[in-house]
């Protein structure tokens, strides 16, 4: 019997239900300008993946770096969330930034 499979599962719906709070808070406090840390990092794990050579931690590897750069996208709709009132603004930063 093989678990990678759920590990790699349960390992993506972990990911992504973190990820998710993370675009938030990085959106209040830092706005849309967070978009290039989500490009590295999600690209430096893809790189890593590439590499690994264990097969569970290079599919989570992956996972994680496309959840990354998904994350841009996420990011640019959660400034149209926040301008709409869905989500509050930060009142410390200066003005609302796109």
């Not at 590990?7 to 209040?28: C, M, N, Q, S, T």
């Not at 990011?75 to 149209?80: D, G, I, R, T, Y």
Request: positive net charge; charged residues 15%; hydrophobic residues 55%.
């Amino acid at each position: 019997m093989s678990f990678a499979g759920v590990i790699i599962g349960v390992g993506a719906f972990i990911i992504i239900g973190v990820l998710h709070p993370i675009v938030i808070k990085a959106e209040y406090y830092i706005g849309s300008k967070a978009w290039p840390i989500f490009l590295l990092t999600g690209l430096l794990c893809i790189g890593f993946s590439l590499v690994c050579e264990k097969l569970v931690l290079s599919a989570l590897l992956a996972v994680l770096g496309f959840s990354l750069l998904w994350s841009i996208q996420e990011l640019f709709q959660q400034v149209e969330r926040v301008e709409r009132g869905w989500f509050p603004r930060n009142p410390k930063k200066d003005g609302f930034r796109r």
